[in-house]
Each structure stands twice: as structure tokens, then as C-alpha cells.
């Protein structure tokens, strides 16, 4: 429901609650006329203020019935006006009883067009003025021709026609520029109220959409640092351990505790040794960092997938023939151009023909055949080495992660290798899947969409 409607459905309801009020002061005016003795007709006012109670009763059940959400603008609307309009009459009917165009309780026409301006539009609020001030002219006319009977509150109540047409025209002159008035003033003043509540419910809205998505910010850089933080933790823990070892071993050195040269030679092997494993992490580290800190728009060219997959398996070459392995190309005729960044997309082929000869022992295979498959160029990474352990698959994926027979079967890796390839496949709008079988052989499938016009 629209917050108009509501607010009418609201002020629908109050009005009937204040015409309780105004039936209660109605009774006890006639009780005061009756007690002090005023020259007014208390019967037929009396009568009128029953009336009153009796209509109320009837909005009221009305309000509590025809109100029932979903509602439309228009009924409510429809529903307020004819209160308004019901109250006027009855209003007309205490001001014949009272001295009809001569009445003192004329200005209490001014405040129920107050009431009407607040409730309904302008336009509505100057249709009301404009009827009850016809309504008091026809009542002023007809006193005075004898048409209607007046009741004169001057004249000790006695009933008899308005003796000149002097006094009718100076009343109605006043109250009609005063109605008037009061109508533009109020429906101005009233539409003026409407549009800031407008505005002000606007800029509300705008200021919880706002704080919703500040908040949402909030927690998202929230999240970055808490990563972030855990990845400075892993990074340190990750080259405490080199260092210490390469610490311990030169300490060892210049204690003096090993004189012989080949002990000594096979210390430094050692350390260098470590001196590399930490050179390759800080490599990796510095390529990963790089990479996610990296505008996504940069040097980006079409690059041809076939040719870098050979480029890598050549840079390749001599680390498969130490052990023996056979790598195969098997690369399909027409494999259109992907868009990136050349030294990545090398580094992710690197990364994946890499671990299969790192992680498939001598004289094993690896297989890489790329072929196109609904608009994307796929790359397979096929081996026979030891596999991954299952339940480990996802987790390879992430920093510093390696599983526990890849560590067994080699100590050189850093762990960085598959987040580094996940990242470079991720900037592509890419996908990385692995399928493993422990003990039998691995298969990486890297989904990349062709260049852009390239796929037909
Ligand atoms: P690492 O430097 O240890 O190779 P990566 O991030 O490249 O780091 O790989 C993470 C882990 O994934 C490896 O330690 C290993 O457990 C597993 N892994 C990756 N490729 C293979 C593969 N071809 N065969 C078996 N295990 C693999």
C-alpha cells in the first residue's frame, strides 16, 4: 500500500474519533442553552446531535469494514469526502436551529474547512466552500421570504423571517470572502505539508537504500581484511620455515662444530636449496599480488592458445625428458583467439603442464589437447601421476595448500601454483575444473570464452 493511502485510511479513522468529541460538545451546549436559559431551539439541536452520534456509529462500522486493505486511493478519498460532506450538512442544520445566516456558530464552518483542507486535495477542499456557502445563501434567502422558518437568537428565539435583505448580504459577503479564504489558504498551506512529507519520506527512503549498502560495503571490506590478514599470516608462516632452516644451517657453519668440507658443502647445497624454495614462493607471491591488484582493462590482445600451449611444453622440454615423460600435443585445426594478457595466460599453461611432469613420476605421460566447445576454447591437462586425494580437490585451489601425498612425493612446491592459474582463469571469465583418481592420474579442464566475432 502506497503511504498516501495509509495516511488517509489514518486520518479517515481520526475523524471519526473526533466526532465523538464534537457529538459530546454538542449535547452539553444544548444542556448549556437549556440551563442558562438561551434563546435557542434545543429540541431539534438536540435531535441533530443524536444525529450525529448516529452517523458516527455508521463511518465508524464503515471505516472499520470498507477500509479493509487492499484499497484503493479513490474509495478512501470517496469515503472522506462524504464524511466531510455529511458533517457540513449536519453543520448547516445546528446553523438553521441557531439563527440560520445570523447564527454565532457560523465560524465553526472555518474550522471544519481546516479539517476538509488537510484532509483532501485543494481542488475538493474549495468544491466544499463553495457548496456550503451556495447552501447558507439559499438558507439566508428563504428566512428571509418566509420560505424557512427563522429562528432568531436576538430576538428571544421567536420565529419569524430575516427583516431586511441588508443583514443577509453583509453576513454573507463576510462569511463567503472568509470561506474563500480559508479554502485557498488551507488547501495551499495543506499541499505544500503533502509534497515536504513526500520529499521527506523520498530522502528516507534514499538514507536506508544508502546505510543498506554502506553496511554492505562495510562487511564486504571487512571480509578483504580479514583475508587479508590471514594471507600475511600464511605468507610469514610460509617463509619462517626456509629461513629458520637456512639460519640454523649457517649457524652451524660458523659455530665451527663442522670442519669437514663435504659436510660443510652439503650444509650450503642445503641451504641454497631453501634459498630457492623462498626465491620461487616470493616469485609467486609477487605474480599473485600482482595480479589481483591488476586493472582488468591492461594490455589486454587477442593471443592464440595453440601457440603458447607450445611455447610452454618447450620450455618444458628438458624437465620431462629428465624423467622420462612423454608429453603429448593433441590440439584441434582451428582454436580461435582468447583476449588476455600474455605473460598470464603463459604463466597459467605453465602452472598446469608444470605440475603434471613435477607430480607424475618417470617414464609417465602427460597429455595436453585444447579444442573449441560452445564458444570457449578449452584446454585439458591430462597426466598419470599420483593423483589427488579425494575430498582435496577444491582445496588445491587455494594458497599455500598442498596436499599431503604431493608433499610426501616432493618437497619442491610452493602451494601458490593453482591460485595463481585459478586468479589468471578467473579475470578471464574463465572456468577451472580438476578430476582426479589417486595413484592413476590427474586432469585439469580450463574453459576460456574465444575473443569477441571468433567463435563462428
Ligand atoms: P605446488 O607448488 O605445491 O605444486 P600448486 O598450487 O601448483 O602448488 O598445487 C597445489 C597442490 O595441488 C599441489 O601441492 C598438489 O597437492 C596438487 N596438485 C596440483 N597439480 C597436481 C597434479 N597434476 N597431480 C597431482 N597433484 C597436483
Given at each position: 500500500?502506497?503511504?498516501?493511502?495509509?495516511?488517509?485510511?489514518?486520518?479517515?479513522?481520526?475523524?471519526?474519533?473526533i466526532?465523538?468529541?464534537?457529538?459530546?460538545?454538542?449535547?452539553?451546549?444544548?444542556?448549556g442553552?437549556?440551563?442558562?436559559?438561551?434563546p435557542?431551539?434545543?429540541?431539534?439541536?438536540l435531535v441533530?446531535?443524536?444525529?450525529?452520534?448516529?452517523?458516527?456509529?455508521?463511518?465508524?462500522?464503515?471505516?472499520r469494514w470498507?477500509?479493509?486493505?487492499?484499497?484503493?486511493?479513490?474509495?478512501v478519498?470517496?469515503?472522506?469526502?462524504?464524511?466531510?460532506?455529511?458533517?457540513?450538512?449536519?453543520?448547516?442544520?445546528?446553523?438553521?436551529?441557531?439563527?440560520?445566516?445570523?447564527?454565532?456558530?457560523?465560524?465553526?464552518?472555518?474550522?471544519?474547512?481546516?479539517?476538509?483542507?488537510?484532509?483532501?486535495?485543494?481542488?475538493?477542499?474549495?468544491v466544499?466552500?463553495?457548496?456550503?456557502l451556495?447552501?447558507?445563501?439559499?438558507?439566508?434567502?428563504?428566512?428571509?421570504?418566509g420560505?424557512?422558518?427563522?429562528?432568531?437568537?436576538?430576538?428571544?428565539?421567536?420565529?419569524?423571517?430575516?427583516?431586511?435583505y441588508?443583514?443577509?448580504?453583509?453576513?454573507?459577503?463576510?462569511?463567503?470572502?472568509?470561506?474563500?479564504?480559508?479554502?485557498?489558504?488551507?488547501?495551499?498551506?495543506?499541499r505544500?505539508?503533502?509534497?515536504?512529507?513526500?520529499?521527506?519520506?523520498?530522502?528516507?527512503?534514499?538514507?536506508?537504500?544508502?546505510?543498506q549498502?554502506?553496511?554492505r560495503?562495510h562487511?564486504?571490506?571487512e571480509?578483504?581484511?580479514?583475508?587479508?590478514?590471514?594471507?600475511?599470516?600464511?605468507?610469514?608462516?610460509?617463509?619462517?620455515?626456509?629461513?629458520?632452516s637456512?639460519?640454523?644451517?649457517?649457524?652451524?657453519?660458523?659455530?665451527?662444530?663442522?670442519?669437514?668440507?663435504?659436510?660443510?658443502?652439503?650444509?650450503?647445497?642445503?641451504?641454497?636449496?631453501?634459498?630457492?624454495?623462498?626465491?620461487?614462493?616470493?616469485?609467486?607471491?609477487?605474480?599473485?599480488?600482482?595480479?589481483?591488484?591488476?586493472?582488468r582493462?591492461?594490455?589486454r590482445?587477442?593471443?592464440?592458445?595453440?601457440?603458447?600451449?607450445?611455447?610452454?611444453?618447450e620450455?618444458?622440454?628438458?624437465?620431462?625428458?629428465?624423467k622420462?615423460?612423454?608429453?603429448?600435443?593433441?590440439?584441434?585445426?582451428s582454436?580461435?583467439?582468447?583476449?588476455?594478457?600474455?605473460?598470464?595466460?603463459?604463466?597459467?599453461?605453465?602452472?598446469?603442464?608444470?605440475?603434471?611432469?613435477?607430480?607424475?613420476?618417470?617414464?609417465g605421460?602427460?597429455?595436453?589437447?585444447?579444442?573449441?566447445?560452445?564458444?570457449?576454447?578449452?584446454?585439458?591437462?591430462?597426466?598419470?601421476?599420483?593423483?589427488?586425494?579425494?575430498?582435496?580437490?577444491?582445496?588445491?585451489?587455494?594458497?599455500?595448500?598442498?596436499?599431503?601425498?604431493?608433499?610426501?612425493?616432493?618437497?619442491?612446491?610452493t602451494?601458490?601454483?593453482?591460485?595463481l592459474?585459478?586468479?589468471?582463469?578467473e579475470?578471464?571469465?574463465?572456468?577451472?575444473?580438476?578430476?582426479?583418481?589417486?595413484?592413476?592420474?590427474?586432469?585439469?579442464?580450463v574453459?576460456?570464452?574465444?575473443?569477441?566475432?571468433?567463435?563462428?
Amino acid at each position: 500500500m502506497i503511504p498516501r493511502e495509509e495516511e488517509l485510511i489514518y486520518r479517515s479513522r481520526w475523524i471519526v474519533r473526533i466526532r465523538w468529541l464534537v457529538a459530546l460538545a454538542m449535547g452539553l451546549g444544548v444542556l448549556g442553552f437549556y440551563v442558562l436559559d438561551l434563546p435557542y431551539k434545543t429540541v431539534p439541536l438536540l435531535v441533530l446531535s443524536a444525529a450525529v452520534v448516529g452517523y458516527n456509529i455508521l463511518f465508524a462500522v464503515a471505516a472499520r469494514w470498507t477500509l479493509m486493505k487492499p484499497v484503493s486511493l479513490k474509495r478512501v478519498y470517496l469515503f472522506v469526502n462524504l464524511q466531510i460532506a455529511v458533517d457540513f450538512l449536519a453543520l448547516l442544520a445546528w446553523i438553521h436551529y441557531s439563527g440560520g445566516p445570523l447564527s454565532p456558530f457560523l465560524p465553526f464552518f472555518i474550522f471544519h474547512l481546516i479539517i476538509c483542507g488537510l484532509l483532501v486535495s485543494a481542488t475538493s477542499t474549495m468544491v466544499h466552500a463553495c457548496w456550503v456557502l451556495l447552501a447558507l445563501i439559499i438558507m439566508g434567502i428563504c428566512e428571509t421570504e418566509g420560505l424557512l422558518p427563522h429562528y432568531s437568537p436576538l430576538n428571544s428565539g421567536v420565529t419569524e423571517p430575516i427583516d431586511s435583505y441588508r443583514h443577509l448580504i453583509a453576513v454573507g459577503a463576510v462569511t463567503g470572502a472568509m470561506f474563500l479564504t480559508v479554502a485557498v489558504l488551507v488547501g495551499g498551506i495543506a499541499r505544500r505539508l503533502r509534497r515536504r512529507e513526500q520529499e521527506l519520506d523520498e530522502a528516507r527512503r534514499s538514507c536506508e537504500k544508502n546505510s543498506q549498502q554502506i553496511q554492505r560495503a562495510h562487511s564486504q571490506l571487512e571480509k578483504v581484511a580479514a583475508e587479508r590478514n590471514t594471507f600475511y599470516r600464511m605468507v610469514s608462516h610460509q617463509l619462517r620455515s626456509p629461513l629458520t632452516s637456512i639460519q640454523s644451517m649457517v649457524r652451524l657453519i660458523t659455530s665451527g662444530n663442522v670442519e669437514e668440507r663435504e659436510q660443510i658443502r652439503d650444509l650450503l647445497t642445503r641451504a641454497d636449496r631453501q634459498a630457492q624454495h623462498m626465491l620461487a614462493m616470493i616469485n609467486d607471491l609477487l605474480s599473485l599480488t600482482h595480479l589481483k591488484a591488476m586493472n582488468r582493462e591492461e594490455q589486454r590482445e587477442r593471443l592464440s592458445v595453440p601457440q603458447l600451449i607450445r611455447d610452454v611444453a618447450e620450455r618444458l622440454r628438458s624437465m620431462a625428458e629428465e624423467k622420462e615423460i612423454r608429453v603429448e600435443l593433441d590440439i584441434a585445426a582451428s582454436i580461435p583467439p582468447v583476449e588476455g594478457i600474455h605473460n598470464r595466460v603463459e604463466q597459467l599453461f605453465s602452472v598446469l603442464i608444470e605440475n603434471a611432469i613435477k607430480y607424475t613420476p618417470e617414464e609417465g605421460e602427460v597429455a595436453v589437447s585444447s579444442f573449441l566447445d560452445d564458444g570457449r576454447v578449452v584446454v585439458k591437462v591430462r597426466d598419470s601421476g599420483i593423483g589427488i586425494p579425494a575430498g582435496n580437490t577444491d582445496k588445491i585451489f587455494e594458497e599455500f595448500y598442498r596436499a599431503a601425498n604431493a608433499r610426501k612425493y616432493t618437497r619442491m612446491g610452493t602451494g601458490l601454483g593453482l591460485s595463481l592459474a585459478r586468479t589468471i582463469v578467473e579475470d578471464l571469465n574463465g572456468t577451472i575444473e580438476v578430476d582426479s583418481t589417486p595413484g592413476e592420474g590427474s586432469c585439469f579442464t580450463v574453459k576460456i570464452p574465444a575473443a569477441s566475432g571468433t567463435s563462428e
